[in-house]
């Protein structure tokens, strides 16, 4: 099974970039379509990008097209989200998971039972 560590998070100003980043290990992480999701203070968690295991297909929130890229190196088992153009409202913890269904497509994208540790964005006004 997947595990993964998601790191990059910090503060910085509206505008600003971050790139965050999600080191895979423990399965067959080349094989699984990855997510990344994110919760605010206060809100349920929600989906915000996700990639197919080969990283030709991806998809994403209406709230971050155009700001955000998901790319993936499955030769490093590592998925990134690119941030541009940041926004106050894209404060929160950002966390990184794998298709719990195992597959290698986007959709249907099953969220997982257990959660990493998540990384911080707190994006300043």
């Known amino acids: 099974q997947v595990q993964v560590v998601e790191s990059g998070g910090g503060l910085v100003q509206a505008g600003g970039s971050l790139r965050l980043s999600c080191a895979a290990s423990?399965?067959?992480?080349?094989?699984?379509?990855m997510g990344w999701f994110r919760q605010g203070p206060g809100k349920e968690r929600e989906f915000v990008a996700a990639?197919?295991?080969?990283?030709?297909?991806?998809r994403y929130t209406d709230s971050v097209k155009g700001r955000f890229t998901i790319s993936r190196d499955n030769a490093k088992s590592t998925v990134y989200l690119q941030m541009n153009s940041l926004i106050p409202e894209d404060t929160a913890v950002y966390y990184c998971?794998?298709?719990?269904?195992?597959?290698?497509?986007?959709?249907?994208?099953?969220?997982?039972?257990?959660w990493g540790q998540g990384t911080q964005v707190t994006v300043s006004s």
């Open positions: 998971a794998p298709n719990a269904r195992g597959s290698a497509t986007i959709l249907p994208f099953a969220r997982p039972a257990y």
């Open positions: 423990g399965g067959a992480f080349s094989t699984v379509a």
């Open positions: 990639i197919n295991s080969s990283g030709g297909t991806t």
